[in-house]
């Protein structure tokens, strides 16, 4: 049963246009074809991708931040406040007004106090600014390389210049050495960035985050399973090309140099716009989505790559918005790009300067207004993305 039904799933007329099939990618006459089994080469490249980011971010980019000047206010930490405490984490961590004033009575704190402990306590949450660093830099490291990799993987290959090419001979193809390493090192990193998806700096855009590196991994092994290796390695390249720009931009942000960040991103913009918005959907897609039907008969293969190709775009409209808003914002004053996705620290007023330490009795003793004595030096960043 479970044979059979593995016969019907991997069916040649499912995967391939009519008279090819899987017989195509058998190694021959010294010639070699992706195999499925090389696809399990990315496991141990994603564990030792993990492994390198650490040793990276302790011994050059921590280096790196202290050298441009990336450095991280000091935050007041929130007073511990079991009542407190439990609303933020079980009901919420933006109390109504209404709640507030519960609240209020509850701990005999003031109501301004209450909303600053909330704020105090959110700010703590968020991560700090040497965190993203590390990670913008642990990013740029690798699309930089993986660019110009890419890049002179390609630059001598005829359908990098006549995307039509990607479908000669198809689906006949040899596999050639770079390919393989180009294909392993780019799946294996986008593995470990899903593995470490939940410890990085969550931002406004996490869902979509998870969807495209999904939908990317997803991509990249379907197009090496039934050789489609010529348009997923120019996909890749297109990908990388303004990757490293935006990572750059946001280490110069954290570091406060205003003018290198708004360059950058400026240029970024520019690269992110041309290479996803026209050279991917009107050269690439049109490729793979158009071109084939005057080749072949439409297949579920085929419907099957251009719709994870349909979902990569649709994110990167998505993000083009974003980008946009960003542009708009810091153009006219000349202002320090804000990443569009990250939550922004929450500021205090200055008449705020007192602390909810007030005291009350507990049942058995002597409980200080309901808590215990806070030291606000023990700030414990966690991380969100």
């Known amino acids: 049963m479970l044979s ?26 010294g010639k070699v074809f992706p195999n499925p089994k090389d696809l399990w080469a990315t496991i141990p490249i994603a564990l030792c991708f993990l492994v390198i980011r650490q040793i990276f971010e302790r011994t050059v980019a921590i280096p790196l931040a202290s050298l441009l000047g990336v450095s991280d206010k ?33 701990t005999g704190c003031s109501v301004r106090q209450v909303q600053r402990w909330f704020r105090r306590r959110r700010n703590q949450d968020r991560p700090s600014k040497l965190k993203k660093f590390r990670e ?16 002179a993987v390609l630059i001598d290959k005829p359908w990098f210049y006549d995307v039509k090419l990607i479908w000669e001979n198809f689906p006949k193809m040899p596999l050639l050495p770079s390919q393989y390493w180009y294909y392993m090192i780019e799946l294996g990193f986008y593995i470990s960035l899903l593995v470490s998806v939940a410890s990085d700096v969550k931002r406004k855009d996490f869902k979509e985050q998870i969807i495209h590196h999904v939908a990317t991994i997803a991509l990249i092994s379907f197009s090496w399973l039934v050789n489609y290796i010529r348009a997923g390695t120019l996909i890749m390249l297109v990908h990388d090309a303004a990757d490293y720009l935006m990572e750059s931009a946001k280490m110069f942000n954290y570091a406060g140099w205003r003018r ?9 913009a520019a690269v992110f716009i041309v290479t996803r918005l026209i050279i991917l959907p009107f050269w690439i897609i049109h490729t793979t989505f158009v071109y084939p039907l005057t080749l072949y008969s439409p297949f579920f293969g085929f419907y099957f790559f251009n719709g994870l190709m349909c979902v990569l775009q649709v994110l990167h409209i998505f993000w083009a ?5 960003m542009v708009v914002k810091f153009l006219p004053g000349n202002d320090i790009v804000e990443d569009e996705r990250s939550d922004k620290e929450e500021t205090e007023s200055d008449d705020e300067d007192g602390d909810c330490e007030h005291r009350e009795k507990s049942r058995n003793g002597h409980v200080q207004n309901g808590h215990t004595v806070l030291n606000n030096n023990h700030n414990v960043p966690r991380a969100r993305r």
């Open 4 to 29: 059979r039904l593995s016969e019907l799933i991997w069916a040649d007329w499912i995967w391939f246009p009519e008279g090819h099939g899987w017989a195509d990618l058998k190694d021959h006459d």
């Open 136 to 151: 913008a830099s642990w990013r740029f490291t690798f699309y930089l390389l993986a660019f110009f990799a890419g890049l």
């Open 74 to 106: 000091q935050r007041v930490g929130a007073s511990p406040n079991p009542v407190l405490e439990s609303y933020f984490c079980s009901t919420s961590k933006h109390p109504k007004q209404s709640s507030i004033e519960s609240l209020s009575k509850q």
């Open 260 to 268: 290198t960040c708004n360059f950058i991103f400026t240029m970024f």
């Open 321 to 325: 918005v974003l980008i946009l808003r």
